[in-house]
């Protein structure tokens, strides 16, 4: 399928896709997101999609948060999910075109929203829009797809002839020494930097050695999913499709 802006805006108004299908995956992204948010902050979630991890950066005391995306069907999902949440102002926004935000965030949350951009120089043109409404010294939390992360599995996999992992069609993953140049170039400082590798190595590396049946939901990988193991593992980034990075203004 083509990969441009269009097609991508067709596949999320499909209402019956979902951002993450993994839901273990999803609560230790959101976990992950959620210890490095200060309470009082003002946050702009970008991308919020069905509004999961909206719902649960809410919950951090005294923040307000605007939720944005570009889907028509997503944001109904958000509303449906947020409703009751004073503390969040929904609109949508689309970030290649001419758009009106507060300059003002404390904190602007980017997961897996990026990688639905289809070209580098339209990820540049939105991440440079994300700087110009950050306060000094704001910060841009980013969870995003991470060429180098999904190499480093996909190499795991090869040694036990698994088949690579494919990004998918909608998707394009950020390098990650092209977007810490960018940013340092553009004054903004790498001030952290991990991931789920812990996660991503069991589920889709040592998992399918011996269970080829697709299943997110096993109880391998509610375990896998556990901070604990991760903490004890500590593999961090490496073999993280998904990389976390905190740049500050």
Known sequence: MKKNKKSILDHWNEKNVESMYDKNLLNAEINLIKKHIPAGSKILDAGCGEGEGTYAYSSIKDVKIHAVDFSDTRLKKASLKLKGKKNVTLKKIDFLNKYELDKDYD????????????????????????????????????????????????????????????????????????????????????????GLGAYFLLTRGIRPIFDKKLNWDCHFNKIASSEKLADFLKIGAQCSRLRLWIFQK
Do not use: C
């Open 107 to 194: 904190i602007i949350i980017s997961q897996r929203f990026i990688i639905n951009i289809p070209k580098w120089q339209l990820q540049k043109q939105v991440l440079l829009g994300f700087m110009n409404m950050l306060k000094n010294g704001g910060q841009l939390i980013m969870l995003e797809g991470s060429e180098n992360g999904a190499d480093d599995l996909n190499k795991f996999r090869k040694i036990y002839n698994l088949n690579p992992i494919p990004i998918q069609w909608h998707n394009y993953f950020l390098n990650d020494t092209k977007l810490i140049n960018f940013m340092k170039e553009n004054k903004f400082r790498l001030i952290n930097t991990s």
